[in-house]
T-cell receptor, first 110, second 114 residues
Framework: GQNIDQPTEMTATEGAIVQINCTYQ??????LFWYQQHAGEAPTFLSYNVLDGLEEKGRFSSFLSRSKGYSYLLLKELQMKDSASYLCVGIPGGYQKVTFGTGTKLQVIP | GAGVSQSPRYKVAKRGQDVALRCDPI?????LFWYQQALGQGPEFLTY????????KSGLPSDRFFAERPEGSVSTLKIQRTQQEDSAVYLC????????????FGPGTRLTVL
């Protein structure tokens, strides 16, 4: 199967750290993307994990454990502009279409 | 160069009308994808092109939906006899090589069927 599960909504405070989890069936994917989507806008690429471990890129980090079918996106020093939906995207092996999760809507409050 | 562009940005159609949505991918990108995104949901795959070849159209919801990319660059998604359930944002994305590579999205076309 190719189910991707992530929380529907999260709220966090400006300046804090938030972790958005994503789980998937391990037989389905070889890696994961994370995309950010502001309301009314197109998704924009954040990160790409095909190996286990942590990928750090500025305030954003993404972690992958392929054996556990688990990933998370870590956002540090939250800013109001980080309020958006964060989409976990499964990457299959070979060519197959990627699969988007339904997204986690993050609200950053003052 | 420019990113992915789509036109029109907004389209209102009466039920039963045909619509055509255009996507201009990033120059040189081999792969092109169409997605349908309902409000509050993640994008749902519709179809995939590698150059001019449509390799996967398993996500097209009915035979009213048709996509083409005749010269391997610009693509058009056509919806015939539109229904209210077709109302959604239609996103186009392109990637340099294959499907597993980073996809760059256009701004989308918001289709409203009355």
């Amino acid at each position: 199967g190719q189910n991707i599960d992530q929380p529907t909504e999260m709220t966090a405070t400006e300046g804090a750290i938030v972790q958005i989890n994503c789980t998937y069936q391990t037989s389905g994917f070889n890696g994961l993307f994370w995309y950010q989507q502001h309301a009314g806008e197109a998704p924009t690429f954040l990160s790409y994990n095909v190996l286990d471990g942590l990928e750090e890129k500025g305030r954003f980090s993404s972690f992958l454990s392929r054996s556990k079918g688990y990933s998370y996106l870590l956002l540090k020093e939250l800013q109001m502009k980080d309020s958006a939906s964060y989409l976990c995207v499964g990457i299959p092996g070979g060519y197959q279409k990627v699969t988007f999760g339904t997204g986690t809507k993050l609200q950053v409050i003052p | 160069g420019a990113g992915v562009s789509q036109s029109p940005r907004y389209k209102v159609a009466k039920r039963g009308q045909d619509v055509a949505l255009r996507c201009d991918p990033i120059s040189g990108h081999v792969s092109l994808f169409w997605y349908q995104q309902a409000l509050g949901q993640g994008p749902e795959f519709l179809t995939y092109f590698q150059n001019e070849a449509q390799l996967d159209k398993s996500g097209l919801p009915s035979d009213r939906f048709f996509a083409e990319r005749p010269e391997g660059s610009v693509s058009t998604l056509k919806i015939q006899r539109t229904q209210q359930e077709d109302s959604a944002v239609y996103l186009c994305a392109s990637s340099l090589v294959a499907a597993g590579h980073t996809q760059y999205f256009g701004p989308g076309t918001r289709l409203t069927v009355l």
